[in-house]
Nanobody, 123 residues
Framework: QVQLVESGGGLVQAGGSLRLSCAAS????????MGWFRQVPGKERLFVAA????????YYAEFVKGRFTISRDNAKNTVYLQMNSLKPEDTAVYYC????????????????WGQGTQVTVSS
């Protein structure tokens, strides 16, 4: 069955870095665009970053541009999110997701979702 399993979350001080990973299985990973979203309790899930099937065309939300980098390794069926210069407002559960679209920042375009990994940034 389809699985997306995130890892790499945790507690970090403001200004620090974390690297999230998302291991995919059960579908043709290289045929899907991949994205990262985040959500805090009581609020909607927000787009963070996306990357096309080949690994080109990375696309970021304004609030992470210059700080976060999305990448993927199709040989390992894994997508990454390198997060630098973290801020307390980056605290959220981070989800990876797969879309049949080339690239999308829309929640409704994503077909498969992981269970999420908690990122907490202390001030």
């Amino acid at each position: 069955q389809v699985q997306l399993v995130e890892s790499g979350g945790g507690l970090v001080q403001a200004g620090g870095s974390l690297r999230l990973s998302c291991a995919a299985s059960g579908f043709s990973f290289s045929s899907y665009g991949m994205g990262w979203f985040r959500q805090v309790p009581g609020k909607e899930r927000l787009f963070v970053a996306a990357i096309s099937r080949s690994g080109g065309s990375p696309y970021y939300a304004e609030f992470v541009k210059g700080r976060f980098t999305i990448s993927r390794d199709n040989a390992k069926n894994t997508v990454y999110l390198q997060m630098n210069s973290l801020k307390p407002e980056d605290t959220a559960v981070y989800y990876c997701a797969a879309t049949g679209k080339y690239l999308s920042n829309r929640y409704e375009d994503y077909n498969y979702w992981g269970q999420g990994t908690q990122v907490t940034v202390s001030s």
